[in-house]
């Protein structure tokens, strides 16, 4: 079996569109501008090139975006002044910290300052709790964009086993709470490092989900014929054929894996594009929330 590509690129295509229709809609009527500030800490390159995507994506949209840029020796007292000052700001309706901060241990402090009602990132304890209880809030991107391109394909959920292979807190235990939803009803079984046996249960799978960020997780023999992967993994390995030195690979061993598979997203082009366009409809929520529904 050779695996049908499931193309992020043009499903976030299509998503984007809709954003930018719902944002033309939204200025006709109210002349409402939505808008995303994103704060950046220090000079991670990684960092630097999904924030130029992000506010480059807002603009195609017709999304406001400002960024704060900050050197990677800002205190803590100076982000969460920043975000307090974003908070209260009317023009901002999605406020967006880009992570990892060159200090991790303030993390959680700064996502915790950030007003839930602009939290469209969904890490602000408050959505994550609103999420666990069915109720509406901010759904992270990542796992959003993952259950959107699985939709979207036409895959069966209701009643698939789904295996999501990683539990942080950006991506796969929000992604198996999303999953396991009353509407979306699959049967999902976590995996993480302590998991005996990893391809006991992925062979078993209707649906994969790896997001572990290394390479090789998921390689064809662990593969039940006929499943769906999705691969969240980014990694760089290195490639002397490239310009930069490196490219950029999945978890999923992609050509084994598509022999096996019926479907399988690509890396780069599958769930990354879908992140961007998950952001970009939650500041467009955020807005309507914010300034009223009719806005
Ligand atoms: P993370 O915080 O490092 O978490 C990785 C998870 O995978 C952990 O729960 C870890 O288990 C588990 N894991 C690692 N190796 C494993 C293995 N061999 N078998 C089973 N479980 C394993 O990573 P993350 O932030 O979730 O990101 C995961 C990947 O997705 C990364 O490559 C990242 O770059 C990518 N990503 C992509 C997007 C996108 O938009 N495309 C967005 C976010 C992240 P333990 O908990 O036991 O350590």
Known sequence: MVARILDGKSIAADLRAEVAAAVAEM??????????????????PASRSYVTGKEKACAAAGIYSREIALPATA??????AIVRAL??????????VQLPLPDSSIERDVIEAIDPAKDVDGFHPTNVGRMVLGLPSFVPCTPAGVV???????TPLAGATVVVIG???IVGRPLSILL???????TVTLCHTRTKDLAHFTREADVVVVAAGRPHTLTG????????????????VPDASKASGYRLVGDADFADVAEKAAAITPVPGGVGPMTIAMLLRNVVEAARRRRGAGA
């Open 27 to 44: 200025k006709a009527a109210s002349g409402a501008v939505p808008g995303l500030a994103v704060v950046l800490v220090g000079d991670d």
């Open 75 to 80: 205190t803590r007292a100076e982000i969460l």
């Open 87 to 96: 908070n209260a700001d009317d023009a901002i309706d999605g406020i967006l």
């Open 148 to 154: 959107e391109i699985l939709r979207r394909s036409g």
């Open 167 to 169: 539990r942080s807190q």
């Open 180 to 186: 396991s939803q009353k509407g979306v009803d699959a």
């Open 221 to 236: 023999d662990m593969v039940k014929p006929g499943a769906v992967v999705i691969d969240v993994g980014v990694n760089r």
